[in-house]
Nanobody, 119 residues
């Protein structure tokens, strides 16, 4: 399983970024896909996911600001992040898990991408 995340960077508060995660074609249609983030000194938390059934779920802290989407033709999952806040600063990880929801799997991880939001 290969996951390649990209799109992080430095942005001012209120700005937007889009993260991309390219996945192996063999897993894309059968696995739950998600984005996690980990801030310094904190645990890694789920930000958004697509279940294997195609349902999207979000952490309360990002609802209304972040949108997870997928392009099946490109085997890519995106995380559009709008109205970014300094507390969104973290390393963001793409993940894939064989199961209905990524929360109940031991996921495969992509390399993290840093998102820094300045105030």
């Amino acid at each position: 399983v290969q996951l390649q995340a990209s799109g992080g960077g430095l942005v001012q508060a209120g700005g937007s970024l889009r993260l991309s995660c390219a996945a192996s074609a063999s897993i894309f249609s059968d696995y739950a896909m998600g984005w996690y983030r980990q801030a310094p000194g904190k645990q890694r938390d789920l930000v958004a996911e697509f279940t294997s059934g195609g349902i999207s779920n979000y952490a309360d802290s990002v609802k209304g600001r972040f949108t997870i989407s997928r392009d099946n033709a490109k085997n890519t999952v995106y995380l559009q992040m709008n109205s970014l806040k300094p507390e969104d600063t973290a390393v963001y990880y793409c993940a894939a898990g064989r199961g209905s929801s990524i929360r109940y799997t031991v996921p495969y991880w992509g390399k993290g991408t840093q998102v820094t939001v300045s105030s």
